[in-house]
Every structure is written in structure tokens, then in C-alpha cells.
T-cell receptor
Framework: QQQVKQSPQSLIVQKGGISIINCAYE??????FPWYQQFPGKGPALLIAIRPDVSEKKEGRFTISFNKSAKQFSLHIMDSQPGDSATYFC????????????FGGGTRLMVKP | NAGVTQTPKFRVLKTGQSMTLLCAQD?????MYWYRQDPGMGLRLIHY???????AKGEVPDGYNVSRLKKQNFLLGLESAAPSQTSVYFC?????????????FGSGTRLTVV
């Protein structure tokens, strides 16, 4: 049973458009929500993260929106570029002894020139 | 360069064979993890370690064993490989503590069991 559900599985966006990826979680003990970016043949790399005391966090063209009551969070990529083409994973973690992350199923983003 | 190194990068096994995947990190991280990545299922935690000499089961531990004899190394063993273990395996590490939670991942091991 997946505790973090991610959608869509794949996404095609034109260059300059906005890419939006959504995640929903079930465990109310989760209090840390990172997004990872993965290029083919590479391991995932931390992109941006948020804690539930804020509703939005922005870093450059990347923004996380967080809705605690709905138990949902999303990644927005503004002015999407072909270099953003990658697989994106949302994740969540609570106060556990091993800093363990639970990952969503991933979204393969393709940005067309 | 500092980071997480996984060996081997590719491997083909026959059903029933055994093998060990090695993960080494040079960042003095306390915590280390083994994940498997399968299409549409994201990354699922196999085993993890919070320190030298300690290991614990994750979400999908069956068929795998791990050891962490040295702080910098985390080994994943497949005792008797099965086709269901065909996957890409990632090792990750991070510091102890609740700030950041940023994992550093290796580049993965692509394993095929035939």
C-alpha cells in the first residue's frame, strides 16, 4: 500500500509552460516533504523541500505548494525548459529514528522544445 | 569527488545465484539505505542502517540481507536471486538528525535475474 500517491505518471509540456506534479499522503505524522529529480542513468537528487508550517516554498523556477488539511502537496516548474526533462519523485517523512523517506511512484516529465 | 559509490553498475544473474552489492560513502554520514526502483512504484526501502553494526528492515526486505561492518560501507546481499528481484538498486546516505533529510544517492546498480 503506497502511502504517498503521485500523479500524473507522465507529463509532456511545451518549453516555457508550467509543469505541475501532484502528491497526496495518508500519514498525518509526516512532517517533511521533499522533491527529488532524477536524470537517466543517475541517482535521484534533492530538488526542493518543505515542512508543513508554510504553505509555499519557492526556489528559482521551482515551487512547492502545500495543503495540510487536504494532505496534498505539489511541485510547480515555471518556464519549463528541455533541461528539466527528468523523472520527479515526491517523498515524505515523519519523526522516525532513521530519517526514512517514503517515495511516490514518480512522474516522467518531457519538455518539448 | 565526495559522494556515494555503488559497485557494480550492471549485473546479470541466473535464478538461484547469489551476489553482493557494495555501497561506499565518504561523507561521514551516519545513516545509509538501500532502495529498489521499479517502474511506477517509485523507490521502495529494502533495509537501512543508523550506524556501524546496526541494520533494520524496510518495506520490502524479503530475499535480501545487509551488513554494515564499517561506517562508510553498506552491503546488500541477495541470497538466492529470483526474477522478481530484477530492478535498479540505489544506495543513499544522510546525516543523523532531523534537519535537511537530504539524501545523497549513488548512481545505481541495474540487476537482471534470468
Amino acid at each position: 500500500q503506497q502511502q504517498v500517491k503521485q500523479s500524473p505518471q507522465s507529463l509532456i509540456v511545451q518549453k516555457g509552460g508550467i509543469s505541475i506534479i501532484n502528491c497526496a499522503y495518508e500519514n498525518t505524522a509526516f512532517d517533511y516533504f521533499p522533491w527529488y529529480q532524477q536524470f537517466p542513468g543517475k541517482g535521484p537528487a534533492l530538488l526542493i523541500a518543505i515542512r508543513p508550517d508554510v504553505s509555499e516554498k519557492k526556489e528559482g523556477r521551482f515551487t512547492i505548494s502545500f495543503n495540510k488539511s487536504a494532505k496534498q502537496f505539489s511541485l510547480h516548474i515555471m518556464d519549463s525548459q528541455p533541461g528539466d526533462s527528468a523523472t520527479y519523485f515526491c517523498a515524505a517523512s515523519g519523526n522516525n529514528a532513521g530519517n526514512m523517506l517514503t517515495f511516490g511512484g514518480g512522474t516522467r516529465l518531457m519538455v518539448k522544445p | 569527488n565526495a559522494g556515494v559509490t555503488q559497485t557494480p553498475k550492471f549485473r546479470v544473474l541466473k535464478t538461484g545465484q547469489s551476489m553482493t552489492l557494495l555501497c561506499a560513502q565518504d561523507m561521514n554520514h551516519e545513516y545509509m539505505y538501500w532502495y529498489r526502483q521499479d517502474p511506477g512504484m517509485g523507490l521502495r526501502l529494502i533495509h537501512y542502517s543508523v550506524g556501524e553494526g546496526t541494520t533494520a528492515k524496510g518495506e520490502v526486505p524479503d530475499g535480501y540481507n545487509v551488513s554494515r561492518l564499517k561506517k562508510q560501507n553498506f552491503l546488500l546481499g541477495l541470497e538466492s536471486a529470483a526474477p522478481s528481484q530484477t530492478s535498479v538498486y540505489f544506495c543513499a546516505s544522510t546525516f543523523r538528525g532531523r534537519e535537511g533529510y537530504g539524501y545523497t544517492f549513488g548512481s545505481g546498480t541495474r540487476l537482471t535475474v534470468v
